[in-house]
């Protein structure tokens, strides 16, 4: 009987745990109704966890009635509550109020990504107003322009030199921005089309650890979100010295409607530049957004964008010219170089929810791109005639797609996070011509000149299972590639045509040591691809060379206003790549390492005075050369970047900001070197009731500085022999500007 009565209080006490563990399903929106993503709930006396999806839902599991809620977004003020009856079986929303950043509020372990969020802090503490200040918000990138404002900008990151993009993958809104096979260079990112007034969220990554990411994911990538609603409609504009001037207009299109928002943002931009021969630049981009919530909080995004720019550019001039005094640094050796492009996107993206446990997120996009470039390297080394100038030309059409779902479970007591994704990418690029031209005007002869069809199929899968403080991410990635070039140069009709597939692991380790102190250990395998041209003539060799990485590091908050972020990596490359652009060639350039370490300072003195720095140190060298033959050139060794935010003090804002790069080797016996620079911009703003007054000054030391340096072999027309030595792109003098901006 005993035993019976054991039996019957057992079960009913197994009836009341099952009703009272339940699920609490809910919405975090701020207080003008729009969801908030990542924002943390946890429950503070069964101390499960979760986060918002970007839709705002959440399911948080084993709560009862009587527990107490948590729910924190770093920006907004911390909420407290006491679950009732009445919060179960129903649609839970919570309101999150806006406040300041407070660097001391930020627990490390709460965040989804702790290093995107410390981007997330620096926008919101250091605004941007150009594009190129966009690429500079990722920590440890460095850029440069050297083509008239209009051509991609150079990059660089962890010890490479990057051109336009071979070795760094970016998308804005899932949409990629890298170019394959482009005209003047592998995997050539023009952002230009990205009004930086819009973007809401920076995501990125270093190394080839994400099985989300695939070509050109080598040395690390770079996502940028959109806004999905603006708070104001604003019109601004700014005039500065060198004939600049820039306007930007962006309107809310559905003010006070729920579960919609719609935006348009333009802008317009135009500059001489300080060189002699004005670069005449201009650029107009237009970007519309709309977003629907449904009832069961699935979200449509649809988006579309046109942007347009042209110029004139004096090129990279030779050291010797302006040794001699034959011209000035902002002087010309062949000033009708320049060029033009055009970019349309067409975006749709959707997420939703397919049941408590599985989530599903993809976007579908096209986009037709034109590109002409005119450039000079050389003058008049292969044409003592006409000179050397040549033509780059492609019109392209992109098609793709990307789909995820993802679906949390249990082993046991142990969570796993399983993450699913297919994808694919077709470019279809006409008349990819590389020509040699006179003045811009008259084609001497084509080099170069075909079609091109790319497709990239690729499917992932990505584990994440979290044993308490432990997380360990093993994940797969699948790449398939089909290059088809069409040589319209040949006297009969010629396809060639090659495929390959690469298979690329990947394994992550995170490890909560504390609340406020995160370490990781990340490995696995990325790769770049050749281009289609090189492909298809050279046998299959060298298409996808792999790059293996391992970083070991930690994010930690020693204290509760600073946090301290480090990181030490290795990055091999079976091969890498050079484009020879007056040659249309990509030449391979043999096994290569590179190993470092990477330095991040957040620090908040105040509510108002942020203080950020970012340094990487590299030792980059060829694998397959001879001590003192084996720099990589342009390869920095050491780069820095930070400044001082003022944000918001009684209507004032502004800062103070520099980037540092050391000298490095310009060729690969380090007997030409590429000199360091140390550049300030400052910048001030003053609000009152709806105006904003602002001051902008890059170079506010007025340094002499190249901005882009190459060691390159050229002739002048007065000249019997070649001479080999740094050409370089000057960089900006003491530039001033002041804008004004409405908020209505």
Partial sequence: MNFNKIIILLLVAALSNSAYAQKVKGQIINEIDQPLEAAYIYNINSQSHSHSSENGVFILENSKTGDTLKIGLLGYKNKIMVLQPENFGTNLIIILEEKAFQLEEMIITDELSALSTISRLDINTSPVNSSQEVLRKVPGLIIGQHAGG????????RGFDIDHGTDVSISVDGMPVNMVSHAHGQGYSDLHFLIPETVNKIDFGKGPYYAQEGDFNTAGYVDFSTRDYLKNSQISMSVGDFNSLRTLGMFNLLENTKNQNAYIATEYIATDGPFESPQNFNRLNIFGKYVMFSPENDKLTLSASHFTSRWDASGQIPQREVDKGNITRFGAIDDTEGGETERTNFNVEFSKRISDNTTLKSNAFYSYYAFELYSNFTFFLEDPINGDQIKQKEDRQIFGANTSVSH?????????????????RHDIVDDVELSRTLNRKTTLENIQLGDINQTNIDAFVNAEFEFGKLKIAPALRLDYFKFLYNDKLQTEYTLLSETKTIVSPKLNFFYNAEDN????????????????????????????????????????????????????????LEQEFVYVGDAGIVEPSGKTERFGVDLGLRYQFNDWLYLDTDATYTKARSLEAADGEDFIPLAPDFTMAGGLSVNDLNGFSGGIRYRYIDDRPANEDNSLVADGYFVTDFNANYTFNNITLGLIIENMFDVEWNETQFATESRLQNEAQSVEEIHFTPGTPFFIKGSISYNF
């Fill in 150 to 157: 209009g051509k991609a900008e150079q990059l660089f990151l």
């Fill in 408 to 424: 949390t479970t249990f082993l046991g007591t142990i969570e796993l996070v399983l993450t699913t994704g297919l994808g694919f």
């Fill in 517 to 572: 102190l995160q370490l990781f250990l990340k490995s696995g395998i990325g790769f770049h691809s050749n281009d289609t041209r090189v492909v298809v003539t050279n046998l299959g060799e060298n298409i996808l060379p792999r790059a293996y990485g391992l970083d070991l590091g930690q994010i930690w908050k020693p204290t509760k206003n600073l946090i301290v972020n480090t990181a030490l990596w290795y990055l091999f």
